[in-house]
């Protein structure tokens, strides 16, 4: 595998920062990365810029069907923000570095807390499709991270403590908006798998014999990269089909998106009410 030199990477990511800020001269606190099937909390901004992924230099290009490639500058809960309408994955092809560039280049727009969402599946017994789950630690077997390679002194340190990944500030505000908006709101581990295949009945009991309550393709590589250069953070995940081995049945991509549709406007809710809280 090769990597940018340091020289190579700060070059790309100038001239990305450079090209935002030729458009826009806003500077969001706040980066919402929207998942598979949840981009429509973006109908809720308001929204001032659009950039297309396609215009920016050197950013990757979302190839999953279900998600825009777009960055959307404005306001949400009266909070400056940015979302990524799209985000990219390990299985399409792309690398770590690639993955979370688009974070690394908005950290530089003023950006300091990262709110992240996904689609997954759901392992613990109590969970449904259509429910949603606050993320409160992850289990990474993607085999890689976006810290492997050069490290950049400037961005982060080379070794960053992980033993908070998800802000304990942010998630009991989250907590207290759901109680608060009577939104159920499971709490659990998130285990990021590279896929694209989903898992085995094996492979469902193994990652709940180790800890994890939901399993995805995502999430853990921006986490990782936005608590290296010590931005707060936030995941939800939206539980799209129910992964209990002795009762497994075949997923299609329709029923994914259709149970994305039912947690999303819950996830909106206590997103948009956590931001109003900040």
């Keep these: 595998m090769t990597f940018d030199s340091l020289e190579t990477f700060r070059r790309k990511r100038k001239e990305a920062i450079d090209y935002i800020r030729s458009v826009t001269d806003l500077q969001p606190e706040y980066l919402l990365i929207l998942g598979t099937g ?19 230099p050197h950013f990757p ?29 390990y299985y399409e092809g792309y690398t770590m570095q690639q993955i979370v560039f688009p974070l690394r280049v908005l950290r530089a727009t003023g950006t300091s807390s990262l709110i992240v969402s996904n689609a997954c599946g759901g392992m613990n017994s109590n ?9 409160r630690d992850h289990i990474n077997l993607l085999g890689d991270n976006p810290l492997i390679g050069p490290n950049d002194d400037e961005l982060g340190p080379r070794f960053p403590d992980m033993s908070e990944p998800y802000t304990e500030r942010l998630v009991e505000i989250a907590q207290t908006v759901a109680l608060e908006e009577a939104i159920r709101m499971h709490e659990g581990i998130y285990a990021a798998v590279a896929g694209p295949m989903l898992e085995t009945r094996a492979e469902y009991r193994y990652l709940r014999l180790i800890g994890a309550d939901a399993v995805g393709m995502s999430t853990v590589p921006e986490v990782i990269a936005a ?21 497994l049945e075949p997923v299609r991509i329709e029923d994914v998106l259709e149970a994305a549709a039912i947690a999303e406007p ?8 956590l931001l109003e809280k900040l």
């Excluded at 429509?40 to 396609?54: C, F, G, K, R």
């Excluded at 931005?231 to 992964?243: K, R």
């Design 266 to 273: 819950k996830m909106t809710r206590v997103i948009v009410r």
């Design 127 to 135: 969970y449904r499709k259509g429910d949603i789950m606050l993320i």
């Design 61 to 89: 290009v979302s190839t999953v069907e279900s998600h825009h490639g777009k960055l959307l500058f404005g306001t949400l809960g009266g909070k400056s923000v940015v979302a990524m309408q799209g985000r990219f994955h």
């Design 38 to 56: 949840l981009g429509q909390l973006a109908d809720e901004m308001d929204t001032e810029v659009e950039i297309p992924y396609d215009d920016l």
């Design 227 to 247: 608590i290296h250069m010590g931005m707060e953070v936030l995941g939800i995940s939206a539980i799209t089909d129910e992964c209990f081995p002795d009762a």
